[in-house]
């Protein structure tokens, strides 16, 4: 199982940034996605989760409203719309397939890609 993450950088607060996911060695069209974030010294996080089908999306408090998660299940990538960030948006992100057990979703592999760093900063 392998997960690529690309699209990360530099940018002032209100703007935007869009990250991509590349997946493989798994079934991907079976699986619900979702996009992580960790900035030192705090846990990692769910950002955002989307279904097999992308008929549910699910976003942290924090950024609902603001990012937007969409998949391709031909190309078996995903996104990750970042818009009007915030300084607090500072993480790298990580992305992974994700399971929903009893309400809380969770990571599917232990296998993380590099993570793109989301740096929000004037």
């Known amino acids: 199982v392998q997960f690529e993450e690309s699209g990360g950088g530099l940018v002032q607060p209100g703007g935007s940034l869009r990250l991509s996911c590349a997946a493989d060695?798994?079934?991907?069209?079976?699986?619900?996605m979702s996009w992580w974030r960790q900035s030192p010294g705090k846990e990692r996080e769910m950002v955002a989760a989307?279904?097999?089908?992308?008929?549910?999306?699910n976003y942290a408090y924090s950024v609902n409203g603001r990012f937007a998660i969409s998949r391709d299940n031909v190309k078996k990538t995903g996104s990750l719309q970042m818009n009007s960030l915030k300084p607090e948006d500072t993480a790298v992100y990580y992305c992974n397939a994700a399971t929903l057990r009893s309400g809380i979703w969770t990571y599917e592999y232990d296998s993380w890609g590099q993570g793109a760093q989301v740096t929000v900063s004037s």
């Open positions: 989307i279904t097999p089908s992308s008929n549910t999306k």
């Open positions: 060695g798994f079934a991907f069209g079976s699986y619900s």
